[in-house]
């Protein structure tokens, strides 16, 4: 079962993964200038909400399951991600605003995020991939 | 307050409070405002205004805002919704089923297509350079000068070519050779306004310009010193036969001037001046030049290496001799030998200064050529003794000289093993040209009376130099050096702050004991601490202005300083004066693409460097010819590289498409509640005045569209016998009943179009409906503009309550005077946003008129404008008869707006030096790319604001510069570049940043700043953060800079007007808590913040008081033959207001006149027409015409502060005893209110602040 449930979680955290690089990737698109603003932030609009989920799937999975230590590693970033989407003002496209996305470096701030959440994603991976190892050698 | 709370219908009935209508009325009194004039008494401004066509004098009525007025809604009675309009105008226009369908989606339309492509762009070229004028406006100036040391370098800037144009006669006689060329360039700069270019015969494409950039020059060094109409009026008509000596004489009473106004404490005579001018020249060469230790002195080593070759000083101070004894000012005869000499020997001094100036200035990527200086260096030693003793006037000519022909002895003189401290790829010395010969001939064709005496003074320089290769120092603008006092005591003063003079600008002021802080007369923008050359050569500060004239070095620094630093841009003003450029190929640079400015250096002849990136260009061979003189090979006084505002008319290269036509909609609210308020009736009346004059060319298009519950096309096509009305009632998919023939050509169909205007006001007269589809109506609109762009004008009267886009009330009337939370000042919706990034995608913009007397949630609304590059403008309360004013403001305004310059399709994009980086943007646009900006129209009353941050230490230069592309498509067709260069000089010391900034630029950009504060966080934070900004930079000014153990409150001199604007920002509509203000006028002021030009904008933060009932005509200046009394600014304070007075508030976009009340009976008769003060009625708008002097003089200032904005301020004559009284009291922001802090009190509450 704990197999499963790691097998789940590494899939996911790829797919995490793979997001946070298509963020840093359009983003530094954007910054170079080979996209404009507002395709930009249609195209990571899309993928906030997914992510959302994506990431708060693992957490609850981990808090089922029962793996503390990982929850709570989780919990920050997950909450994170929850108050950004919330606190969007109502005027606003998105989490990614065309108009705003280049006023007071907040282009360079969501860089850093999504830098920081591939980081955090890859950590996560090797902890899923070595628990799931080990789950499947206990079995 | 029974604005109905929360209430989502809109059409509920709603009374404002009389109060709160009136403050309305005066905070929306004028919207976009940017007009060409620049401050408000800058003589050269208001002279500016006159050449414009434009606008004019309205004289505008506004009967005082008592506004209660209850429209539309009272009178509603409850509605068939679904009503129809056939039944009141089936007569008039067939109207077809309900939905009459046809093609429904927009196909592109072919007509369109066709029309595109013609017209090509003739040659045309204005010449010229700015401002024109002078005589009376310099007379202002001459007013101002004593004032502050800024000022008159700033209208050194103005003035300029003004005087030429203006006086071509004197010209005549100064500059025979040339006065063709003035009088030319004056026509051509009245033409300018209306986009007229004298085309030129295609084969020369540079004729005209020829003149004009010949021009441009020429006037440039007297202009420098030329401050005042009384100034030339005294030189000019002293009929001197021979040229030069004309110049000298002129210029000898300007440097008079120049001194004058230079000289920041005290004012030392020009004798004294001019002695130390020259002393301080001639120590120039020493090494050890005081001046030069103090400043940067990695240069002053480079130029340094004392290799002057004696063969050349010696041959140097052989000329100089013979010209001494002509050195005093020639007499006529003399004249042709005199010329030589002087020239020669001020050349010296230029050198000198030029040497000065190197150092101090220390400009980085120069390829500058130490061997001149060298030779300069001796010759202006040589030169000194006798400039010095002789007439004062002799340094002048000197830079006559240098500014056109003064490169010349530079290039001959110039070794060709010039060691150019330069980073760049060493200029290799260029084969050494036969120079002289080349040379000479340009430089007499211009100056054919200068030229002997040139040639002269030249030969022996070049036979006595190594054969020189042709280092143009002249084209290192950053180099060539002009004498002047001006750049000397500037450079004395502001960048030797380590040495015993400081500056006036960092004059420690204790701002607790100062009681008179607000100088008498207005506040100017600080001069760059440039040499001279660069000054003049500097962009306007009315286009482009920084917050910190001395950028600081590093991040570090500026963090320290805790001063804003950002860009203040009005790119697109009206300017009666613009070099125009016609030529194949536009002059980039290829890594940055920054176009040529005047603050690139040349290399050699071949190269030059960018100074943005400091990548070294190749100059193409089209730019080798210089239209100045028809001659080959001088790249350095292209138009480009001698003017920092130049328009391009830009090749094909530069258009995606064909260029668009102008297209017009208009998207009108017909519901119950916009007939009531009556704004059909004076749009209508305005547009058919209008028609002709809406700029465009033969394939301008015009459509319209009206909207209540459905939305309304009409079909104005050919050969219609009547418009035809066609209704869409889907409004939750709305699509284009006849795609083709809703958006017509104005001239085909103009009959149609005045059939419908005049039939329009008159056609929904009886609605019932009280809906508005304003998200359909615009979705409608996007589909009909997306083929081609244009401009799209809505006006709405109500909140939008049906379809897509529609917004509920969300102000709460009771929190309207909460000093807690302001709440809702973002938007509700991303609709309008959304709407508004696709119409600046397909090039449209939308223009916002807000006309209702209820809340209508402009936050949201304002989105459409903001984003697509549109303009806002709200009349809060509006109604035609009821509120006449108000009326009588939107029609001027529609004149304005219906005639103003509009540029299409247009892309602005913002450079600066590697180092700087823009992070955040300010303005209606919509940012596309890091540093580019999509404006779907420009119009000329739009301003801009840009925060920079420095990425990178700028240790290795010394002068950083902007520029400002706008590309447009013009009215006519014509694709066009608007480029507007800044060049500011970099500090390393904590001491020059403060003695550098910009206040009002500061301030303006803190307003910004604060306005995206309080939407994305909360209002009290941007509060607290403007408070915050002035006691950190005062804190960090005390402990690191002023070493003055006061007990006050200490700032810098350049500072000490910060803590008074912020507090009037504090109480400015769109920050004020504590005072009843309605959230939508809360809302407009920060759109104005963000969208006015700075100019106005300092007007509506901090207006200007008069004092006019006793206007005399002491210090007047003279515009158009109309005397403009100047009375001194008064603080606002009601300590101020004497009750036997009559006070003019001018806050930009309201005028108030209070009349105290025991006011002179004889200024209330002699001006407002009426026996005493009982008898003034309670509203008045107008200043009668009576035949009194006084009434005269009133009049006449009024008429004059009008001029300086396109829009016309309401006028208010307010009675002390007037209800209307507390608005007028509300703009005296240094007396206490109930909810703020007087001045004195927001002084000490900023010192409490500091000490903690």
Known sequence: MEAVVFVFSLLDCCALIFLSVYFIITLSDLECDYINARSCCSKLNKWVIPELVGHTIVTVLMLISLHWFIFLLNLPVATWNTYRFIMVPSGNMGVFDPTEIHNRGQLKSHMKEAMIKLGFHLLCFFMYLYSMILALIND | ?1252
């Open chain 2, 1 to 1252: 307050m029974s604005a109905p709370a929360g209430s989502p219908h809109p059409a509920a009935s709603s009374r404002i409070p009389p109060k709160l209508g009136g403050a309305a009325a005066s905070g929306a009194a004028a919207p976009a405002g940017p007009g060409p004039g620049p401050h408000q008494q800058n003589g050269p401004a208001q002279n500016q205004m006159q050449v414009p066509s434009g606008y004019g004098l309205h004289p505008q009525s506004y009967t005082a805002p008592s506004g209660h007025y209850s429209q539309g809604p009272e009178k509603m009675t409850s509605l068939p919704l679904d009503s129809q309009c056939d039944d009141y105008y089936s007569g008039l226009y067939r109207v077809p089923t309900q939905n009459v369908v046809t093609p429904n989606t927009a196909s592109p339309q072919p007509g369109a297509q066709q029309m595109y492509g013609s017209v090509p762009p003739a040659p045309h070229v204005v010449g010229s350079t700015l401002g024109s004028f002078q005589g009376a406006g310099s007379s202002a100036s001459h007013l101002h000068t004593s004032a502050s040391q800024p000022y008159s370098s700033f209208v050194n800037h103005y003035n300029s070519p003004a005087m030429y144009s203006d006086n071509s006669s004197v010209a005549a006689q100064g500059f025979p050779s040339t006065c063709g060329h003035y009088a030319l360039s004056t026509v051509s700069n009245a033409a300018y306004p209306s986009v007229s270019y004298p085309s030129l015969p295609a084969g020369d494409p540079y004729g005209q310009q020829m003149f004009t950039s010949q021009n441009a020059p020429t006037v440039r060094p007297i202009r420098d010193n030329s401050f005042s109409g009384q100034n030339t009026a005294i030189s000019h008509p002293s009929p001197l036969p021979p040229p030069p000596s004309q110049q000298y004489h002129q210029q000898q009473s300007l440097s008079g001037y120049s001194t004058f106004a230079w000289s920041a404490s005290g004012l030392p005579s020009t004798q004294d001046n001019l002695i130390q001018n020259h002393t301080s020249l001639a120590t120039a060469n020493n090494p050890t030049n005081p001046v030069a230790d103090t400043l940067s002195c990695s240069v002053m080593q480079n130029v340094q290496p004392p290799k002057s070759s004696p063969v050349v000083s010696a041959v140097l101070s052989g000329a100089s001799s013979t010209r001494t004894p002509a050195a005093s000012r020639p007499v006529e005869p003399l004249a042709s030998v005199a010329r030589p000499s002087e020239l020669l020997q001020q050349k010296g001094m230029q050198y000198g200064e030029y040497v000065n100036n190197q150092a101090s200035s220390a400009p980085t990527p120069l390829s500058s050529t130490s061997d001149d200086e060298e030779e300069e260096e001796e010759d202006e030693e040589a030169g000194v003794d006798s400039s010095s003793t002789t007439s004062s006037a002799s340094p002048m000519p000197n830079s006559y000289d240098a500014l056109e022909g003064g490169s010349y002895p530079d290039m001959l003189s110039s070794s060709a093993s010039s060691p150019a401290p330069d980073p760049a790829p060493a200029p290799a010395p260029a084969p050494a040209a036969p120079q002289p010969s080349k040379m000479a001939k340009p430089f007499g064709y211009g100056y054919p009376a200068l030229q002997p005496g040139y040639q002269n003074a030249a030969a022996p320089l070049n036979s006595g130099v190594p054969p020189g290769s042709p280092a143009y120092s002249g084209f290192q603008q950053y180099a060539q050096q002009y004498p002047g006092m001006n750049q000397l005591s500037s450079s004395l003063g502001g960048l030797s702050l380590q040495s015993s003079s400081q500056p006036e600008s960092l004059r420690p002021v204790n701002l607790t004991q100062e009681r008179n802080i607000l100088p008498m007369t207005p506040v100017w923008a600080p001069v760059p601490n440039l040499n001279l050359d660069l000054k003049k050569l500097n962009c306007s500060p009315d286009s482009f202005r920084c917050t910190l004239t001395n950028i600081p070095q590093t991040q570090a620094l500026l963090n320290k300083a805790k001063l804003p630093l950002g860009l203040l841009l009005h790119p697109f003003r009206d300017l009666t004066q613009l070099p125009v450029i016609t030529s194949n190929t536009i002059v980039r640079c290829r890594s940055c693409r920054t176009y040529i400015n005047p603050f690139v250096s040349f290399i050699d002849q071949r190269r030059w460097k960018c100074n943005l990136c400091y990548r070294v260009n190749d100059v193409p061979e089209e730019f080798m010819y210089n239209p100045l003189t028809r001659s080959y090979g001088e790249p350095h006084k292209r138009p480009e590289v001698q003017n920092s505002t130049v328009e391009f008319i830009a090749s094909s290269d530069y258009m995606l498409r064909p260029p668009q036509p102008a297209v017009y909609l208009f998207v009108l609210d017909v519901s119950h509640n916009a007939v009531e308020a009556g704004y059909l009736t004076i749009l209508c009346q305005s547009l058919l005045e209008n028609l002709d004059k809406l700029p465009g060319d033969s394939r301008t298009r015009i459509g319209f569209m009206t909207f209540d519950s459905t939305i309304h096309f009409y079909n104005l096509q050919e050969g219609l016998s009547q418009p035809q009305m066609l209704i869409v009632s889907d409004i939750d998919d709305v699509f284009l009943p006849t795609p083709d023939s809703l958006l017509v050509n104005l001239y085909e169909s103009k009959e149609l179009i005045k059939d419908l205007l005049n039939a329009l006001p008159n056609m929904f007269t009886n609605t019932r409906e009280t809906h508005s589809a304003l998200g359909p109506a615009l979705q409608a609109a996007f589909k009909l503009m997306s083929p081609t762009g244009g401009r799209v004008s809505v006006f709405q009267t109500q909140l939008p309550s049906l379809g897509a886009g529609l917004l509920q009330s969300r102000e709460d009337p009771n929190q309207r005077s909460s000093t807690k939370v302001v709440q809702h000042l973002g938007p509700a919706t991303d609709f309008y946003k959304k709407l508004a990034l696709d119409c600046s995608g397909q090039q449209t913009a939308v223009d916002l008129f807000l006309l209702s007397s209820q809340y209508s949630d402009l936050a949201s609304l304002a989105c459409m404008s903001k984003y697509s590059a549109g303009c806002i403008y709200y009349y809060p309360s509006f109604h035609y008869t009821h509120n006449p004013s108000q009326a009588e403001k939107l029609q001027k305004d529609l004149k304005r707006y219906l005639t103003r310059k509009i540029g299409f399709e247009a892309v602005m994009r913002i450079r600066c030096t590697k180092g700087l980086s823009m992070h955040t943007f300010h303005g209606n646009f919509f940012v596309r790319s890091t540093d580019l900006l999509s404006l779907a129209n420009i119009n000329p009353d739009a301003g801009f604001a840009v925060q920079l941050s420095i990425e990178e230490s700028l240790t290795d230069t010394s002068l950083v510069c902007f520029q400002t592309a706008l590309l447009y498509t013009s009215s006519k067709g014509e694709r066009r570049i608007r480029v507007h260069t800044l060049c500011l000089p970099v500090v390393s010391s904590l001491a020059d940043v403060y003695a550098g900034a910009d206040v009002q630029a500061s301030i303006c950009l803190l307003a910004n700043m604060a306005v995206d504060r309080s939407i994305s966080s909360s209002l009290s934070d941007a509060r607290d953060a403007l408070v915050n900004a002035v006691v950190d930079s005062l804190s960090a000014y005390g402990s690191t800079v002023s070493n003055l153990q006061h007990s006050g409150l200490i700032a810098p001199s350049s500072l000490k007007l910060f803590p008074l604007y912020v507090l009037a920002l504090l109480k400015q509509k769109a920050f004020r808590t504590g005072t009843s203000t309605r959230l939508d006028d809360r809302v407009y002021a920060m759109c104005q913040i963000k969208c006015q030009p700075l100019v106005h904008l300092m007007k509506m933060i901090h207006p200007n008081l008069y004092r006019i009932d006793r206007l005399t005509d002491e210090g007047a200046i003279h515009v158009n033959d109309r005397v403009v009394p100047q009375p001194p600014l008064q603080k606002l304070s009601a300590e101020k207001l004497t009750r036997d007075g009559a006070f003019l508030m001018d806050c930009g976009s309201v005028f108030y006149i209070w009349i105290g009340k025991s006011c002179d009976s004889n200024f209330i008769e002699d001006v407002l027409g009426y026996p005493n003060f009982a008898s003034i009625p309670q509203k008045m708008t107008h200043l009668p015409e009576l035949d009194t002097l006084s009434s005269e003089r009133a009049r006449s200032f009024i008429t004059w502060l009008r001029d300086n904005r396109p829009l016309n301020p309401i006028l208010h004559v307010v009675k002390d005893e007037s209800p209307a009284k507390t608005e007028f009291f509300q703009h005296l922001i240094e007396d206490r209110t109930e909810a703020a802090f007087s001045y004195y009190e927001f002084l000490l509450h900023i010192q409490q602040q500091i000490c903690k």
